[in-house]
């Protein structure tokens, strides 16, 4: 069973940084490829960001580029996005999410498995 436990979400005011993380246990983590995702109160999940098996390959959401940055650590089984210059609109539950692929992709039924969520809110 793949598990995935998020955390670092919390309460920011605009501009400021939050780094999020994913822990990754149940599967050989170096396999999978990584994505974030998040969901704002009534609206559809959307992509962030993605990066594949080894860390060197990475994609964005086009309004996200030069904001946030993803990353992994294998010998440590987990994911990250480090996120800086926060908007009010960055505000929502942030998903990190595998794939049985070593190939990242930044769509949504790609993936295999989700975690749970974790909250960020941003204040103006």
């Known amino acids: 069973q793949v598990q995935l436990v998020e955390s670092g979400g919390g309460l920011v005011q605009a501009g400021g940084s939050l780094r999020l993380s994913c822990a990754v246990s149940?599967?050989?983590?170096?396999?999978?490829?990584m994505g974030w995702f998040r969901q704002a109160p009534g609206k559809e999940r959307d992509f962030v960001a993605t990066?594949?098996?080894?860390?060197?390959?990475?994609y964005y959401a086009n309004s996200l580029k030069g904001r946030f940055t993803i990353s992994r650590d294998n010998a440590k089984n987990t994911v990250y996005l480090q996120m800086t210059s926060l908007k009010v609109e960055d505000t929502a539950v942030y998903y990190c999410?595998?794939?049985?692929?070593?190939?990242?992709?930044?769509?949504?039924?790609?993936?295999?498995?989700w975690g749970q969520g974790t909250q960020v809110t941003v204040s103006s």
């Open positions: 999410t595998a794939r049985r692929s070593p190939y990242h992709s930044s769509w949504l039924n790609e993936y295999d498995y």
């Open positions: 149940g599967r050989t983590f170096s396999n999978q490829a």
């Open positions: 990066i594949n098996w080894n860390g060197d390959i990475t």
